[in-house]
């Protein structure tokens, strides 16, 4: 079948992406669902930094490619031996498709899945396929077995979760990346407990996520950082309850001096090794220091060894909120749909995927939190 795509050919063209265009809007072949495979016809999908770490190279991933790893959609097509989702369904993304076999998987450890983060890094499904084609015939590869940026397209079942279909597609399409990882990062990397202290560096779709999960778990004081007036606005309305502007004070110092030593639990969510030196140091005796943002993987980073074992100090990666999906995403919606999660603060506007060079200009320069780009059933 034909479906309209953004498909990305080289990394690191530069900004502003209105003129060079890195995403070429165009008609695609797409193959219908192998064993295992669903298509599905993209309702919304959010626009992500991690989406823009391709675009500008930082975050590399084979070429060409068909962008877009948060969204939720309609099921249309079912390949045989789909047991998970049927046609109507409606389901939101994971973006590791979770293989259920590997030791990862085995132990409850799912987002670090062996097969699945393999066929990501390759660019294919779990099975190993490519689905996409453009008018050439040349194949093109998918982004995080999703490929969110185009009508239609086809995943693994392992990377759909089904949905309540009361739940607009537009706001559910922001738990398949930006609510789980946040969210996720508090309650089931940290496990953040009551009147425990917690700051967030970078308050973008991840770091408020982080504020609402921070405000969930019953943290106190809740201290937000970021250098925009509008995202600490945003993250008070979130549930902090200290906003520090990391342009016109040290973060560090107005932490420490908040919190008379520093915080219990740091997260990290700009992905930048400086700003991660800054929450680790923002931390007190015995704290945690959560990192959740994707540097440059040349990117290194140095604190005082004798911290870690002298002080009792933990540095802790989060990927994608160490979350079980299939657990972790129906309970976040439930807890959305209850007025715990006010997920709709994320969505700054929705665009057409005509609109898409422009839309990671504006997320580039931080003028925005979460766009969506609206693509077919709503």
Do not use: W
Request: with cysteine; aromatic share 6%; glycine share 12%.
């Amino acid at each position: 079948m034909k479906t309209l795509a953004a498909v990305l050919y080289e990394m690191g063209r530069p900004a502003p992406y209105r003129e060079s265009r890195p995403l070429s809007v165009e008609e695609v072949e797409l193959e219908g669902p192998g064993p295992g495979e669903v298509l599905v016809e993209v309702a919304a999908a959010g626009l992500c930094h991690s989406d823009l770490s391709v675009i500008d190279g930082s975050r590399p991933r084979p070429m060409p490619m068909v962008l877009g790893h948060e969204a939720a959609g309609i099921v249309r097509e079912v390949g045989p031996g789909v047991h998970e989702v049927r046609p109507g369904d409606h389901v939101v993304f994971s973006f590791v498709p979770m293989c259920g076999r590997c030791f990862y998987c085995a132990i409850g450890r799912p987002v670090l899945c062996e097969n699945g983060n393999r066929a990501n890094a390759a660019g294919t499904l779990l099975s190993g396929a490519r689905r996409f084609r453009n008018a050439a015939g040349e194949p093109l590869h998918h982004h995080l077995g999703v490929s969110a940026f185009s009508r239609f397209t086809v995943a693994a079942q392992e990377s759909l979760i089904r949905i309540d279909p009361e739940i607009p597609l537009e706001k559910a399409a922001l738990f398949g990346c930006a609510v789980m990882t946040g969210v996720g990062a508090v309650v089931n990397t940290a496990r953040v407990e009551p009147g425990m202290s917690v700051a967030v560096f970078g308050l973008g779709g991840v770091g408020l996520s982080v504020v609402m999960g921070a405000h969930l778990a019953g943290a106190y004081p809740i201290i937000a950082v970021d250098i925009l007036p509008g995202k600490l606005e945003l993250a008070q309305k979130a549930g902090a309850t200290h906003l520090v502007n990391a342009r016109e004070v040290d973060p560090v110092t107005a932490i420490r001096e908040l919190t008379g030593g520093g915080v219990h639990y740091a997260f990290e969510s700009v992905g930048s090794e400086r700003v991660l030196i800054q929450a680790y140091q923002a931390t007190r005796r015995g704290g945690t220091t959560i990192t959740i943002g994707l540097p440059h993987p040349e990117r290194m980073f140095s604190v005082p060894a004798v911290s870690i074992v002298g002080e009792e100090r933990t540095i802790k990666g989060s990927y994608m909120g160490s979350a079980v999906p299939r657990r972790d995403l129906p309970r976040f919606l439930a807890l959305h749909q209850a007025g715990r999660l006010p997920v709709d603060l994320l969505l700054s506007r929705v665009i057409g995927l005509e609109e898409i060079n422009e839309g990671f200009d504006a997320l580039a320069r931080g003028e925005v939190v979460r766009q969506v780009v609206r693509l077919g059933a709503a």
